[in-house]
Each structure stands twice: as structure tokens, then as C-alpha cells.
């Protein structure tokens, strides 16, 4: 059975830094991509990363490059997500999801299936 579960998530101050953990269960991490995505009250769910089962290539949206990172450890069935410099408006609920075989690296939600119970991040003073 295939399983995501994230976790990592919390309380933190603006400028404050995360890292959130995605531990995959029921298929080989290292064969497919995996996507994170958050979303806000109110608002559409939006991809924030992806990285690539073969080489590690990332994708970011706009607003979090230079900011967040994402990384995998096949052997530990495990893909990461450092957030640094948090801001307010990264508060949202974050998902990772499994890419469909064949897609590309990429934040397109139609891409991802399998997808986590989510973890909670808010960033307020």
C-alpha cells in the first residue's frame, strides 16, 4: 500500500527556518518524483517544489527560490524540505505527493498522485 506521511511542520517565527519530512511507504522512493505542495485557507493548492527521481533536478516556485530546498534520501525512503527565511505568507498546510511514471520534473498538480495527510506550518509572530 502506498503511503506518504509528512511531518516537520510548526510554529516558527518570520525569518525562522523548518524542514519538513515526506517518508514514503509501499514503493521505491528513488523511482519517482516527488512534489511538495501547500495551501492556505481560502486559497488554491499550489506546487512550492519537485525533485526528480533520477538525477535530483528541482523545480520552485517563484516566490520560495533561494529559500527553500528540497532533497532526497532514496536509501532512507525520504524526501526533505528545508525552509529558511519564513515568511508570514508560507503559512499553509504542506502536502508532498508521488508524480505520476513518465512526468516530468514539475509543479503541475495533475502530474502527482498519492498524496500525504499534510503538515501544518505557520509563521507568526
Known amino acids: 500500500q502506498v503511503q506518504l506521511v509528512e511531518s516537520g511542520g510548526g510554529l516558527v517565527q518570520p525569518g525562522g527556518s523548518l524542514r519538513l519530512a515526506c517518508a514514503a511507504s509501499g514503493f521505491t522512493l528513488g523511482l519517482y518524483e516527488i512534489g511538495w505542495f501547500r495551501q492556505a485557507p481560502g486559497k488554491e493548492r499550489e506546487g512550492v517544489s519537485s525533485i526528480g527521481s533520477s538525477d535530483g533536478s528541482t523545480v520552485y516556485l517563484d516566490s520560495v527560490k533561494g529559500r527553500f530546498t528540497s532533497s532526497r534520501d532514496n536509501a532512507k525512503n525520504t524526501v526533505y524540505l528545508q525552509m529558511n527565511s519564513l515568511k508570514p505568507e508560507d503559512t499553509a498546510v504542506y502536502y508532498c505527493?508521488?508524480?505520476?511514471?513518465?512526468?516530468?520534473?514539475?509543479?503541475?498538480?495533475?502530474?502527482?498522485?498519492?498524496w500525504g495527510q499534510g503538515t501544518q506550518v505557520t509563521v507568526s509572530s
Open positions: 505527493a508521488r508524480g505520476l511514471p513518465g512526468t516530468p520534473v514539475g509543479l503541475v498538480m495533475s502530474w502527482y498522485r498519492d
